[in-house]
């Protein structure tokens, strides 16, 4: 049986060193309060090479000394009485059929067969420090490995996460399409949303409607809290308490993206709650809206991430300091890092199965440069709370926008660009 998930697990022959083991453990039911459980999200290495969706699991791959590679499964068993209560479950007889695993077990054998799966294995890889359960079991799995033959050769143990992450960095056709579909669904919300917004609903209100928009859209699931935050809110990054009421003559900022079969979109727009922009409001926008652009040009294959992260704090330094809220010269004011006074995060991050995406920033002791099929975000703001030293017309004002973009062998895909960022179309759209 031959698929992505099985595709991938070969190509992890290429990746990783021969005669090595690496052990990815499935995510484990959550629980919101006593035995009320969050709906599963498997875990994404786990997912993104398996396909396979059950809870308590792990995958076992062995590379052998040609980078063949053999996969060894470890899924709930089946039982008749839990399929009725919580669903159908494959059993190790289904993971094999359907999923095209070499070999497969019930998860309440594994300690009987960990050990000796590992034991002919020079490395064993694993996403260290990331389950503490794992972290656990992979020790006591190695000594029980070690205390069958005494005159084995020791095991190492390295870490699988950058090897894993850089694979995911770059997306395949098939998820290149997801990501898309993921991204028009959180952007045409984002667009029926600025026509929905009134003076007086609560942010709460907002967000109901967007997870409304993303689920009737096939994106059930939001890929992380939504921030929905009126007028000041919006200075406080992390805000998900989305609890107050919207006013008239406030901004919304709306930080919000569905997932879809897994793979995250991540939209911010900030817009008016009447439909109309004030003057402060507009200037300290439009410095933004510089910034979001002119780095979106700037995702090409010749730049890195710190060549836009550059670009985006000279852009919103330059606009600060052509409106007075920041003194001196451009270059004085950004080597001294005077625009993290008001923009304090980072320009982006990479985008896939989960929002903030696996993944390394450098490579060879430099920042990695673009490569086509990466996703990055392009999300520069503005947030100047009403504790700032600042002339009042600027207090409380908060602005980000951003968009997620593929990068491509001719430059760049803004797979979020339905969603209009320019004041004026958002003004007409909003009419
Ligand atoms: N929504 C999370 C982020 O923008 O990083
Ligand atoms: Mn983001
Ligand atoms: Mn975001």
């Given amino acids: 049986m031959k698929n992505i998930f099985t595709d991938r697990r070969q190509k992890l022959g290429k990746i990783f060193p021969s005669n090595s083991a690496i052990v990815i453990s499935g995510a484990s039911t959550q629980y919101r309060n006593a035995d009320s459980s969050?709906?599963?999200?498997?875990?994404?290495?786990?997912w993104y090479l398996s396909g396979f969706n059950e809870a308590e699991s792990t995958l076992v791959i062995l590379i052998n000394d040609s980078g063949n590679t053999e996969s060894i499964a470890f899924v709930p068993e089946k039982d008749k009485v839990k399929e009725i209560w919580d669903g159908h479950r494959a059993g190790p007889k289904g993971a094999i059929d359907d999923y095209g695993f070499d070999a497969a077990f019930n998860n309440t054998e594994i300690d009987m067969h960990l050990p000796g799966l590992l034991s002919g294995s020079k490395q064993v890889f694993y996403p260290v420090g990331k389950n503490s359960a794992l972290d656990k079991n992979i020790v006591k799995w190695l000594k029980a490995a070690k205390s069958k033959d005494r005159h084995s050769s020791s095991i190492d143990i390295a870490d699988a996460s950058s090897k894993l992450g850089n694979m995911r960095l770059i997306k395949d056709k098939h998820e290149i399409e997801l990501m898309k579909k993921a991204c028009l669904i959180s952007a045409e919300t984002h667009v029926e949303a600025m026509k929905f917004v009134k003076p007086g609903i609560s942010e709460q209100e907002m967000e109901a409607y967007y997870l409304y928009e993303f689920a009737k859209k096939g994106g059930r699931f939001s890929a992380y809290t939504p921030i929905v935050a009126g007028g000041e809110n919006a200075c406080i990054l992390h805000y998900v308490e989305n609890s107050k009421r919207l006013n008239d003559g406030d901004l919304l900022l709306v930080d919000a993206g569905c997932e879809y079969e897994s793979y995250a979109s991540d939209i911010t727009?900030?817009?008016?709650?009447?439909?109309?922009?004030?003057k402060s409001q507009l200037a300290i926008y439009e410095?933004?809206?510089?910034?979001?652009?002119?780095?979106?040009?700037a995702v090409t294959l010749n730049n890195n991430v710190m060549d836009v992260q550059i670009i985006s704090e000279k852009v919103i330094t330059q606009g600060l300091i052509d409106l007075g809220i920041l003194n001196g010269s451009l270059e004085d004011l950004h080597s001294s890092g005077a625009h993290k006074v008001f923009y304090m995060h980072k320009i982006g991050h990479w985008l896939g199965l989960d929002v903030h995406d696996a993944g390394d920033y450098m490579e060879d002791g430099e920042f990695m440069k673009?490569?086509?099929?990466?996703?990055?975000?392009?999300?520069?703001?503005?947030?100047?709370?009403?504790?700032?030293?600042?002339?009042?017309?600027?207090?409380?004002?908060?602005?980000?926008?951003?968009d997620d973009i593929l990068v491509t062998s001719e430059g760049n895909e803004n797979l979020t660009s339905s969603v209009p960022s320019n004041p004026k179309e958002i003004e007409e759209l909003m009419a």
């Fill in 38 to 46: 969050y709906a599963f999200r498997q875990d994404s290495n786990f």
């Fill in 370 to 402: 673009f490569k086509p099929g990466m996703v990055t975000t392009i999300e520069p703001g503005i947030y100047i709370p009403s504790s700032s030293n600042v002339e009042d017309k600027w207090k409380g004002i908060g602005v980000r926008i951003e």
């Fill in 269 to 278: 727009r900030t817009f008016p709650i009447s439909g109309k922009f004030n």
């Fill in 287 to 297: 410095i933004v809206l510089e910034a979001n652009l002119k780095c979106i040009e």
